[in-house]
């Protein structure tokens, strides 16, 4: 059974915005810290947003004053907005729960900045 699944994603144009939501249970928005990471074609993934359960924020400079990570516990949902897109944020995108040795990650929608 997915642990996180993961909504949005598509097709955008440059400067065009875009929002991706991450579902999951209750245990993991409890206590879990969240994360957005994405992998474009022939790159390593790398991470783009995080947020602890207090609601604690943090950016890959790449994407700082662009994206905006959220979670709201009570509904268990994450969400990233992402304004102003560039072609070079064409990747694939997933959300992330970390604790401990603990992890799980959604499956990963694809996001294709492009005119």
């Known amino acids: 059974q997915a642990q996180l699944v993961e909504s949005g994603g598509g097709l955008v144009q440059p400067g065009g915005s875009l929002r991706l939501s991450c579902a999951g249970s209750r245990t993991i928005f409890r206590t879990y810290e969240m994360h957005w990471y994405r992998q474009a074609p022939g790159k390593q993934r790398e991470l783009v947003a995080g947020?602890?359960?207090?609601?604690?924020?943090n950016y890959a400079d790449s994407v700082k004053g662009r994206f905006t990570i959220e979670r709201d516990n009570a509904k268990t949902l994450m969400t990233v907005e992402m304004k102003n897109l560039k072609s070079e944020y064409t990747a694939v995108y997933y959300c992330?729960?970390?604790?401990?040795?603990?992890?799980?990650w959604g499956q990963g929608p694809q996001v294709t900045v492009s005119s």
């Open positions: 992330h729960a970390a604790r401990d040795d603990d992890d799980y």
């Open positions: 947020i602890l359960s207090g609601g604690v924020t």
